[in-house]
Structures are given as C-alpha cells and as structure tokens.
C-alpha cells in the first residue's frame, strides 16, 4: 500500500472528486499520469496536515493545491498557441453566443418574459374579447408591440446585410455558413434580452411613467444594439480567412486618401499561411482581393 495512503487524515472528499473531474482536461495520453502525481499530492499534503506541519494553512494549501492542479491540466490541454489560436478562431465568436444564451436563460429563469409574452399572445389569440363588450384590449397592445418592435429590428438587420454583404467576395460553405450563424446568435440573443429586460420592469416597477419611459429606452437601445451587432457581424467577417475562418494578422495600410491612382487599402495575411486579403478603404479602392499562397508560405 502507498505510504501516502496510510495517513489518519484523510484529504476532503470533495477535493478527491474534484481532481477527478478536472482529469478529463487533461489530453487523454497524459491524463494518467497527471491523475496520479496531483492525487499522490494531495494525499501527501494530508499527511504533513496530519502530523501537525501545515494545520493552520492545512485548507489554504488545499485549495491552492487544486487551483494548481486544475491549471496544469488546462495549460496541458491548451498550450498558449492552441489557445491563441481558439480565440482568434470561430470557436470563440459561437461559444461566447452559447454561453450568453445560456447566462440569459439562468438570470431570467427559465426566459420568464418569453413564456410571458406566449402565453399572453395564445390567451389573446384563443379568448378574443369582442369590441361590443371592450373597447380597449391591453394584452392586443402587448403582443403586438412586442412582435412590432422584432419585426422592425429583423427589417433592420436584413437592410444592413444587403450593404454590408456586397462588399463579402469570399465563397466557401464554412464562411457563408459562420456569417449565418453569427447572425443567427445576434438575432436570438438580442431579441430575448429585450423580452426579459420587459419582463424584470413588469415585475419589479409598477406602472407609471418610470415604466413607460424604460420600455421606450429600452427599445430604441433594442434597434441600436441589433443595427450595430449586425454591422459588426459583417466588419468581423471581412477581417478573417476565408479557409480557417481565423482572424488575419499584420495589417498594413497602404496608399493616401488624396491620391486617385494609389487609393489607401489595407494589406493582411493569414496566420496559418491560406492568403493574404487587400480591404479597400474607400469607393476608389475598388473591391476586396483576395490572393491564396501555396503552402511554402505556411513555415513562416
């Protein structure tokens, strides 16, 4: 039996499972062996607890000790290159949507403001009350400004990308299909923001000018933020390779913006190697170029 394994004490039992879990960081040819040398740690750790070495410190050192450990499978996993190049990929741009649908979905609980708004539309829908017996429906200004307000922002966001996607020469599914996906994210995320941020004033204000005044910022920061995220959405797009959808480094700006025959353009190359993109600046500049390097060019 393992001398650190004879110890009186023995390590939390939280901290033997978090080390558990945290092993699936690790590459899976490793993982083994990093099993054994952080257990082998923390038990040996235990063992000075035990004997009265480290038992004032005993549970900083352990929280330390699986900091370190949880860091070492990480760095193991994602070396700084691989990780430089996840975030400068597609890979960050989908998971951060992920990760704001999933945080929206949490701090709403559950999307409260969207089930209010469904439930309200199919009550309306399903329980009209005629205009012999009410005048005025409250739950028809509801849905309807609701659904008005989205409809304007897609509108919105559907002239932007008319624009915008003239100047996008690149084909390919993979940089079509990412461009789709931004947008899909944008379209999802900033409407259900809107929805649960009325749904929290409904709740927590009560009705008033406060309230009529923060459904009126709200809204027009509605159409501001979905305008200005689809634009980004586009400028984003322009600036990475068409091949491995990375972000393109080095760029250089060529040119004088008062000169016809040499018009300022922007020079950048791709990181792996696929190309090199010339962005026009201006209408003189023409369109953008881009220019594929054979693969002498990836040792650089």
Same mark, same amino acid.
């Given at each position: 039996?393992?001398? &650190?394994?004879? &110890?009186?004490?023995?390590?939390?039992?939280?901290?033997?499972?978090?080390?558990?879990?945290?092993?699936?960081?690790?590459?899976?040819?490793?993982?083994? !062996?990093?099993?054994?040398?952080?257990?082998?740690?923390?038990?040996?750790? =235990?063992?000075?607890? $035990?004997? *009265? !070495?480290?038992?004032?410190?005993?549970?900083?050192?352990?929280?330390?000790?699986?900091?370190? @450990?949880?860091?070492?499978?990480?760095?193991?996993?994602?070396?700084?290159?691989?990780?430089?190049? =996840?975030? /400068?990929?597609? *890979?960050?741009?989908?998971? +951060?949507?992920?990760? @704001?649908?999933?945080?929206?979905?949490?701090?709403?609980?559950?999307?409260?403001?969207?089930?209010?708004?469904?439930? %309200?539309?199919?009550?309306?829908?399903? $329980?009209?009350?005629?205009?012999?017996?009410?005048?005025?429906?409250? /739950? @028809?200004?509801?849905?309807?400004?609701?659904?008005?307000?989205? #409809?304007?922002?897609?509108?919105?966001?559907?002239?932007? +990308?008319?624009?915008?996607?003239?100047?996008?020469?690149? &084909? *390919?599914?993979?940089? =079509?299909?990412?461009?789709?996906?931004?947008?899909?994210?944008?379209?999802?995320?900033?409407?259900?923001?809107?929805?649960?941020?009325?749904?929290?004033?409904?709740?927590? %204000?009560?009705?008033?000018?406060?309230?009529?005044?923060?459904?009126?910022?709200?809204?027009? +920061?509605?159409?501001?933020?979905?305008?200005?995220?689809?634009?980004?959405?586009?400028?984003?797009?322009?600036? /990475?390779?068409?091949?491995?959808?990375?972000?393109? @480094?080095?760029?250089?700006?060529?040119? &004088?913006?008062?000169?016809?025959?040499?018009?300022?353009?922007?020079?950048? %190359?791709?990181?792996?190697?696929?190309?090199?993109?010339? #962005?026009?600046?201006?209408?003189?500049?023409?369109?953008?170029?881009? #220019?594929?390097?054979?693969?002498? =060019?990836?040792?650089?």
């Amino acid at each position: 039996m393992d001398a &650190s394994r004879e &110890s009186a004490v023995k390590p939390p039992v939280v901290c033997l499972w978090l080390l558990r879990t945290a092993a699936w960081l690790a590459p899976p040819d490793g993982r083994a !062996e990093w099993n054994e040398r952080w257990t082998s740690r923390l038990w040996n750790l =235990w063992i000075l607890i $035990d004997r *009265g !070495e480290l038992a004032v410190h005993g549970q900083v050192e352990t929280a330390r000790l699986c900091r370190d @450990a949880i860091k070492a499978a990480f760095w193991m996993r994602f070396n700084p290159v691989t990780l430089r190049r =996840w975030w /400068r990929g597609p *890979g960050a741009v989908l998971t +951060s949507g992920a990760v @704001a649908l999933l945080l929206l979905a949490l701090l709403s609980h559950g999307f409260r403001g969207l089930r209010e708004l469904i439930y %309200i539309t199919m009550q309306w829908k399903l $329980d009209p009350r005629p205009a012999s017996v009410i005048k005025y429906d409250p /739950r @028809a200004d509801f849905v309807v400004g609701h659904f008005a307000a989205i #409809v304007m922002a897609l509108l919105v966001g559907v002239a932007i +990308s008319t624009l915008c996607g003239r100047v996008l020469q690149h &084909s *390919g599914w993979k940089y =079509w299909a990412f461009l789709g996906a931004k947008l899909l994210l944008i379209s999802l995320l900033l409407p259900l923001a809107w929805i649960e941020l009325g749904g929290f004033a409904r709740a927590h %204000i009560p009705p008033g000018g406060l309230r009529v005044a923060l459904a009126t910022v709200s809204t027009l +920061s509605f159409f501001g933020a979905f305008g200005c995220s689809v634009i980004w959405a586009f400028a984003d797009q322009r600036q /990475r390779c068409p091949d491995c959808l990375g972000y393109l @480094a080095l760029p250089v700006t060529i040119g &004088s913006w008062a000169s016809v025959f040499n018009p300022v353009t922007t020079e950048m %190359i791709c990181d792996e190697g696929h190309g090199s993109l010339t #962005v026009a600046e201006n209408e003189m500049s023409g369109d953008d170029r881009w #220019v594929k390097l054979d693969a002498s =060019w990836k040792e650089f």
